[in-house]
T-cell receptor, first 114, second 110 residues
Framework: NAGVMQNPRHLVRRRGQEARLRCSPM?????VYWYRQLPEEGLKFMVY????????ESGMPKERFSAEFPKEGPSILRIQQVVRGDSAAYFC????????????FGAGTRLSVL | KNEVEQSPQNLTAQEGEFITINCSYS?????LHWLQQHPGGGIVSLFM???GKKKHGRLIATINIQEKHSSLHITASHPRDSAVYIC????????????FGKGTKLSVKP
């Protein structure tokens, strides 16, 4: 049973470009969480999704950031018009239905904005 | 406001020493995670516990619900244990998110 898969592991973008980060949850998991870790800071919650629904996006910046978890395929975290301050490690976690307190983490995507 | 506090922030130990990392949280929780993050690496979940004590190899995690406190212990520490250890609390409710401590950076010297 493969773990939570994130890709790419490293992503380099120039200012103004778009970044798309993918997360495939563990098989059978219907809940996905995105977290951001800024340099020298702790992890911070961004968004919580179930299939085709955003449950809680209270941690998402109001502009340029969006997330989806379609019926088929991975969850996508999309950052439009990236700025240097978006450089961070983005982690995805998944959990099985009705067991939301057990989260399994992916290896993260490290985004560098030049 | 829900908060998770960890101590110490940094910890240096000699190989073989017994390590304790502490975590306290502000209000009632339904579960607490201990996570390990290696430099440049991903995050590994070590334990999830809601009461009592769990043990895995040289790692032991305990939680005291009344005192709102958890500890992570490492026995016979080894340089490969060097990592950042993160405590994260799950407060439940409509949000599915974890509240993270800032982490404890452990360095074990040979």
């Amino acid at each position: 049973n493969a773990g939570v898969m994130q890709n790419p592991r490293h992503l380099v973008r120039r200012r103004g470009q778009e970044a798309r980060l993918r997360c495939s949850p563990m098989k059978g998991h219907s809940h996905v969480y995105w977290y951001r870790q800024l340099p020298e800071e702790g992890l911070k919650f961004m968004v919580y999704l179930q299939k085709e629904n955003i449950i809680d996006e209270s941690g998402m910046p109001k502009e340029r950031f969006s997330a989806e978890f379609p019926k088929e395929g991975p969850s996508i975290l999309r950052i439009q018009q990236v700025v240097r301050g978006d450089s961070a490690a983005y982690f995805c976690a998944s959990s099985p239905f009705l067991l939301e307190n057990i989260q399994y983490f992916g290896a993260g995507t490290r985004l560098s904005v030049l | 406001k829900n908060e998770v506090e960890q101590s110490p922030q940094n910890l240096t130990a000699q190989e073989g020493e017994f390590i304790t990392i502490n975590c306290s949280y502000s209000v009632g929780i339904s579960a607490l995670h201990w996570l390990q993050q290696h430099p440049g690496g991903g995050i590994v979940s070590l334990f999830m516990l809601s009461s009592g004590k769990k043990k895995h190899g040289r790692l032991i995690a305990t939680i005291n619900i009344q005192e709102k406190h958890s500890s992570l212990h490492i026995t016979a520490s080894h340089p490969r244990d060097s990592a950042v250890y993160i405590c994260a609390a799950y407060y439940g409710g409509s949000q599915g998110n974890l509240i993270f401590g800032k982490g404890t950076k452990l360095s074990v010297k040979p």
